[in-house]
């Protein structure tokens, strides 16, 4: 019983380099979700998939930040000319159901992607 | 001022006490979420709570909606129970599957 996955778990960019981190969410699960977490912060959200739709983007913060699902399974979190103020973990979590019903569910958490800009 | 505050912000503990970390927030919320975070690692779901109260092994979760408050309590604390408690609600709406987190807190508890 794999859990969500995530890749890579630790990641040092230097300033104006793109990434690309990756999730794997558990299989079958419709609802898929990114967050950042800055350090001594709480996560905060970015971008939720039902399937391969992007429904939600509206905390992206920049038009630098993109992400994919275009199978409705992986997902792929991409940042273009890195800034340092992009250093954060990125969290991914996904949810069995879609977004009707996603008031009752529980999210489950990758062990997040550790971003350092220098 | 964020939507959803913790106290306190970090916690040590002697090893056997009684641990209680508090949320508020201020806006209408459908669920709230008690979640954990190991240094490192990702974050473990530990409650889902609407009303009323919840218990698993020795966590015990309760919210008051009309107070807008939840606090998670540890009995028996042991070292391996050191982590960040996360406090995080849903809200009412079409933007319901979102989680607006709080700060979290640091808890250590020492042997």
Same mark, same amino acid.
């Given at each position: 019983?794999?859990?969500?996955?995530?890749?890579?778990?630790?990641?040092?960019?230097?300033?104006?380099?793109?990434?690309?981190?990756?999730?794997?969410?558990?299989? !079958?699960?419709?609802?898929?979700?990114?967050?950042?977490?800055?350090?001594?912060?709480?996560?905060?959200?970015?971008?939720?998939?039902?399937?391969?739709?992007? /429904?939600?983007?509206?905390?992206?913060?920049?038009?630098? $930040?993109? &992400?994919?699902?275009?199978?409705?399974?992986?997902?792929?979190?991409?940042?273009?000319?890195? =800034?340092?103020?992009?250093?954060?973990?990125?969290?991914?979590?996904?949810?069995?159901?879609?977004?009707?019903?996603?008031?009752?569910?529980?999210?489950?958490?990758? %062990?997040?992607?550790?971003? @350092?800009?220098? | 001022?964020?939507?959803?505050?913790?106290? %306190? =912000?970090? @916690?040590? &503990?002697?090893?056997?006490? $009684?641990?209680?970390?508090?949320?508020?927030?201020?806006? !209408?919320?459908?669920?709230?979420?008690?979640?954990?975070?190991?240094?490192?690692?990702?974050?473990?779901?530990? $409650?889902? /709570?609407?009303? !009323?109260?919840?218990?698993?092994?020795? /966590?015990?979760?309760?919210?008051?909606?009309?107070?807008?408050?939840?606090?998670?309590?540890?009995? &028996?604390?042991? %070292?391996?129970?050191? &982590?960040?408690?996360?406090?995080?609600?849903?809200?009412?709406?079409?933007?319901?599957?979102?989680?607006?987190?709080?700060?979290?807190?640091? @808890?250590?508890?020492?042997?």
């Amino acid at each position: 019983g794999a859990g969500v996955s995530q890749s890579p778990r630790y990641k040092v960019a230097k300033r104006g380099q793109d990434v690309a981190l990756r999730c794997d969410p558990i299989s !079958g699960h419709v609802s898929l979700f990114w967050y950042q977490q800055a350090l001594g912060q709480g996560p905060e959200f970015l971008t939720y998939f039902q399937n391969e739709a992007q /429904l939600d983007k509206s905390g992206l913060p920049s038009d630098r $930040f993109f &992400a994919e699902r275009p199978e409705g399974s992986v997902s792929t979190l991409k940042i273009q000319r890195t =800034q340092q103020e992009d250093s954060a973990v990125y969290l991914c979590a996904s949810s069995l159901l879609a977004v009707v019903m996603a008031f009752k569910e529980t999210q489950y958490f990758g %062990p997040g992607t550790r971003l @350092l800009v220098l | 001022k964020n939507e959803v505050e913790q106290s %306190p =912000q970090n @916690l040590t &503990a002697q090893e056997g006490e $009684f641990i209680t970390i508090n949320c508020s927030y201020s806006v !209408g919320i459908s669920a709230l979420h008690w979640l954990q975070q190991h240094p490192g690692g990702g974050i473990v779901s530990l $409650f889902m /709570l609407s009303s !009323g109260k919840k218990k698993h092994g020795r /966590l015990i979760a309760t919210i008051n909606i009309q107070e807008k408050h939840s606090s998670l309590h540890i009995t &028996a604390s042991h %070292p391996r129970d050191s &982590a960040v408690y996360i406090c995080a609600v849903r809200s009412v709406g079409g933007s319901n599957y979102k989680l607006t987190f709080g700060k979290g807190t640091l @808890l250590t508890v020492n042997p």
